[in-house]
C-alpha cells in the first residue's frame, strides 16, 4: 500500500491530515462533491490568521471584491513563503486529494495525471508560467457576499480546494454561509449549503465532477460562494492547490 501519511504530525494550531478517514471523505466527495473536515485548524490558529489580515506584509496583492463584480468583502493572497501552517495544509492535504482527483480524472477519460507530491505539482505549474501563489484570506463584514465562482488561475487546474472557516457563526457573525451549486446537464441547477463552524475546513470541487448516471458517466459543473453576511465579521482561509498566471 502506498504511503500517504504526510508527515505533519507536530504542526501547531493544526489537526494531523492522517486522523481524518479519507476512505468516509473520499465518498462524500464521490457523492456530493464536498466533505467537511472537522476541527482542520484550532481556535487559537483561526483567530491568529485572522488577525494577520490587517498587516501588509506577507501578502502579494489585495482584492477589493465590488471592484471586479465578485461581490463584496475583500481577500488578500499570501505571498510566497508561505505562513508555516498555510503551507503545512497545503502540502499535507494535497497527497490525499490527488489520489481522488486521478481517479476523477480516469472515470471522466481524462488524460491528465497528478504527481503524488504538491513540490512536483507546483513544478509542473511553475514550468507552465503559473508561478504566483493561490492560498488566500478572505474578509466579509456586514452586507457582504462573495458571488458564486470557479477559481481557475490558468490552463493547469487542480480540480479540488479547501475552505477553513476562521470565525465562528452565532458569535463572530450571522448569515455568510458557504454555497455550493451543482448543474448537471440539461437540469436545473441544485445548492447545498455546507454547516461549518470555527475550524471546520470544506474540500470541494473547483469546477467539475464526475457523476455515474444510467448511461455512463457524466460531468457536472460546480460553482461556490457565500450568501449574505447578516451581522458581523467573517474571516475564511483559501487553499488552492495551482498557482496562478
Ligand atoms: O469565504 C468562503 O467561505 C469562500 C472563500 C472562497 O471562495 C475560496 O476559498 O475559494
Ligand atoms: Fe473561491
Redesign the pocket.
Known sequence: MEDLGSGDAGIDGMTSIDAYDWQTISGELDAYGSAVLPGLLTPRACVDLSSLYARDQGFRSRVIMGRHGFGMGEYKYWAYPLPPLVQALRTGLYPRLASLANRWNQRLGENVRYPDSHADFLALCHQGGQVRPTP?L?R?GQGDY?CL?Q?LYGERVFPL?V?V?LSEPGRDFTGGE?VITEQRPRMQSRADVVPLRQGDGVVFAVHHRPVSGTRGTYRVNLR???SRLRSGE?H?L???FHDAV
Open positions: 488566500l478572505l466579509y462573495n465562482h477559481d480546494q475552505a472557516l458557504f461556490h460562494g457565500v467573517r475564511t483559501g487553499i488552492i
